[in-house]
């Protein structure tokens, strides 16, 4: 079996091959290469120890990584390759860092402390596949197994309970029985996992092709690391507006809107206020008058403790409460979209529309994607003309109307806050002289004094 190896990795196998040691690449690149996908890094691991890769390496740029691991990696043509010590890892206390690690020279030693099958193959162009726990069988199948005892391997990491179900979502791939009981039943001992790991997790499970079924058949998963999610499921909406319950609502908007973090977690979030805000009127039709203000709230919650970058909360946050906003394809109306939300938001939130819409599950997705299609050609027909509708824009600004006796202070920012509404509104060309002109006689009219 060969595998295409960039150059860098192939230099790395051979230095440590001709010093006399046993090297591999390992784990999520033979995976991917196995799969015909483009690894995103190349891992070896190899015989050699610490201070004999540091020998192996001497005339290259090297950086200690984390060299009481084993790992050190290695420059080659400016790209990084992680090169690690065969090793265990030894007792875990605190479901997920090892106490201490213990070098070996079998390298199936070390692919028994490796995760699932899939991740537990090494390859070498010479000696070929090391496959010694089915791996490439599981590959092919599609299927996420841990190595080992499932209940042991969760317990000594409970971040590997995500793993699975990124990879599952990902891949598209089944996770195996056995894997799959040991994660509904720990999947409490996420609580001790860094926030931050599981927000990279749950960021590429949400991304992944799968994520539909697993965020189905692990609602309990995700519950268990956003416990305000909860209620949506098996909550019945009682409206002719909606099909599902929503939580399988929040699930279809998921799966339809384009795979980035923001707008998936803004699908995610979007209604997670509704449970809360149910009312039902006399006629036994549900309401949710005011969900987007509290599904705002879920979400800054659940965001800030994830330590979700400012941007990406920002954005999710403007995008949740806006999620059933109204929108016209007329010109006036995209004009004052784009003034208060900025062209970048204003297309998320097309998308964040369009998977909203069909997910209610009672149009036709062809009427809708009709619906949305005029606005997004509308919108972009304006984008294109550069239409003036920030400040930024505007032919004028404070200084030019003091130049021409605007008086200082207050008057000023009025006065450009009336231009830019008279430029939304399409009464004025975005001209330094009419804009000018315009000015001065709306002075006169509010009766401002010239200097
Ligand atoms: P990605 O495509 O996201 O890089 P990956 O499988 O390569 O996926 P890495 O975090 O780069 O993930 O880890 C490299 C390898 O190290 C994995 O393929 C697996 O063999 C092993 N590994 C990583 N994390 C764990 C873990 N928590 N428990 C056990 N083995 C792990
Ligand atoms: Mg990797």
């Not at 908007?253 to 979007?270: A, D, F, I, N, Q």
């Not at 599950?361 to 027909?381: F, K, N, P």
């Not at 984008?383 to 008086?407: E, H």
Request: charged letters at 25%; one cysteine or more.
């Amino acid at each position: 079996m060969q595998l295409n190896l960039p150059a860098g990795a192939a230099f790395v196998l051979d230095r440590l091959t001709q010093g006399g040691y046993q090297a591999y690449i390992v784990g999520g690149c033979v995976r991917d290469a196995l799969l015909g996908r483009e690894p995103k890094d190349w891992d070896v691991c190899t015989s050699a120890l610490p201070e004999e890769m540091q020998r192996v390496f001497a005339d290259c740029h090297v950086i200690e990584t984390g060299l009481k691991h084993g790992t050190l990696t290695v420059m080659v043509d400016h790209e990084p390759y992680e090169v690690t010590t065969f090793r265990v890892d030894g007792e875990y206390t605190d479901h997920r860092h090892p106490d201490e690690v213990i070098f070996v020279s079998d390298v199936v030693e070390d692919l028994a402390r490796r995760d699932f099958t899939v991740n537990a193959m090494a390859w070498h162009p010479d000696s070929g596949l090391v496959d010694a726990f089915g791996g490439r069988e599981d590959l092919r199948q599609g299927v996420i197994r841990c190595v080992g005892e499932a209940e042991r391997r969760f317990d000594e990491d409970a971040l590997r309970i995500l793993r699975a179900l990124r990879f599952a979502s990902v891949y598209g791939f089944d996770i195996e029985a056995e894997t799959a009981r040991a994660i509904h039943s720990l999947k409490d001992t996420l609580h001790g996992v860094a926030a931050e790991r599981i927000r990279v997790e749950l960021a590429k499970l949400l991304c992944g092709q799968g994520v539909g079924r697993i965020l189905r058949e692990y609602s309990d998963v995700i519950f268990a690391i956003m416990p305000a999610l909860a209620p949506m499921e098996g909550f019945e909406q009682h409206t002719p507006y909606h099909a599902f319950d929503v939580w399988e609502h929040t699930v279809q908007s998921v799966e339809k809107v384009p795979p980035t973090e923001v707008l998936r977690l803004t699908m995610l979030l979007h209604d997670s206020g509704k449970p809360a805000a149910f009312t039902m009127d006399a006629d036994g039709i549900g309401h949710a008058w005011g969900h987007q203000g509290i599904s705002v709230n879920i979400a800054r919650d659940i965001l800030t403790g994830l330590k979700v970058d400012n941007a990406t909360l920002e954005r999710v946050l403007l995008l949740v409460k806006h999620h059933d906003d109204a929108f016209a394809p007329d010109r006036r109306a995209m004009l004052r979209l784009l003034n208060r939300f900025g062209e970048e938001n204003l297309r998320l939130l097309l998308h964040v529309h369009r998977a909203d819409e069909s997910a209610k599950g009672r149009r036709e997705q062809a009427e809708i994607d009709a619906m949305v299609d005029e606005l997004t050609d509308s919108l972009e027909a304006i984008i294109a003309q550069k239409p003036c509708v920030t400040l930024k824009d505007m032919a004028v600004n404070g200084r030019d109307l003091m130049a021409a006796g605007v008086p200082k202070g207050r008057a000023v920012g009025a006065m450009l806050a009336w231009l830019l509404e008279q430029l939304i509104e399409e009464k004025l060309p975005n001209e330094k002289e009419a804009l000018l002109t315009a000015a001065l006689a709306q002075m006169e009219k509010m009766d401002i004094c010239h200097r």
